[in-house]
């Protein structure tokens, strides 16, 4: 099972919004509603941000928000804060669990 | 308060082996697929294995089947990751979590780290 590709880096500034993509394919995204996404600050534990593509579990800020479309997922931070800046990884129900490559988000 | 707490991991020789255990609280252990995450130093998140609620279902990544075993003690609120025949690209840190099934982990511990070298 291939890893689900993301964009290595992504930027923006405090109050700018930032979207990154999770691609996949027919086999995982592109059939099934079963799209996660977690966050990892640096030497920390990933943290359950989104999931089933685009619910909030309770405690999550409705700026972090999700979408599908075909066979790519996206994850949109909107209102950048100086805390968002931390790794991004998208997970997508499968024969195996497989996580997406990762993206560092930077706040400028 | 929902608490996730791993333990076990170390310095180990290439061939060695180690057990990892995982302490968990604040929910329904016995209730709960549990699965270990495990991430190499700089690199990105990989699945390693899980175990249903009641022990009768266990997967494994393919790189370690054969070699790692899940289990768990309902008893004791705890799960475990027997870690045999240890090769130098296991060294990571492994994480413990609740698997809601279709990949939603929504409870993680802090991780405890496995470093494989001679």
């Known amino acids: 099972q291939s890893a689900l590709t993301q964009p290595p880096s992504a930027s923006g500034s405090p109050g700018q919004s930032v979207t990154i993509s999770c691609t996949g394919t027919?086999?995982?995204?592109?059939?099934?509603?079963?799209v996660s996404w977690y966050q990892q600050h640096p030497g920390k534990a990933p943290k359950l941000l989104i999931y089933?593509?685009?619910k909030r579990p309770s405690g999550v800020p409705d700026r972090f928000s999700g979408s599908k479309s075909g066979n790519t997922a996206s994850l949109t931070v909107s209102g950048l804060h100086a805390e968002d800046e931390a790794d991004y990884y998208c997970?997508?129900?499968?024969?195996?669990?497989?996580f997406g490559t990762g993206t560092r988000v930077t706040v400028l | 308060e929902v608490q996730v707490v791993e333990s076990g991991g170390g310095l180990v020789q290439p061939g060695g082996s180690l057990r990892l255990s995982c302490a968990a609280s604040?929910?329904?252990?016995?209730?709960?697929?549990m699965t270990w995450v495990r991430q190499a130093p700089g690199t990105g998140l990989e699945w390693v294995a899980n175990?249903?609620?009641?022990?009768?279902?266990?997967y494994y990544m393919d790189s370690v089947k054969g070699r790692f075993t899940i289990s768990r003690d309902n008893a004791k609120n705890s799960l475990y990751l027997q870690l045999n025949s240890l090769r130098a690209e296991d060294t990571a840190m492994y994480y413990c979590?609740?698997?809601?099934?279709?990949?939603?982990?929504?409870?993680w511990g802090q991780g405890t780290l496995v470093t494989v070298s001679s």
């Open positions: 979590g609740r698997d809601r099934g279709f990949h939603i982990i929504d409870y």
């Open positions: 175990i249903k609620e009641d022990g009768t279902e266990k």
């Open positions: 997970g997508s129900f499968a024969v195996s669990k497989v």
């Open positions: 089933e593509v685009s």
């Open positions: 604040g929910f329904t252990f016995s209730s709960s697929w």
């Open positions: 027919s086999s995982d995204i592109g059939t099934y509603n079963y």
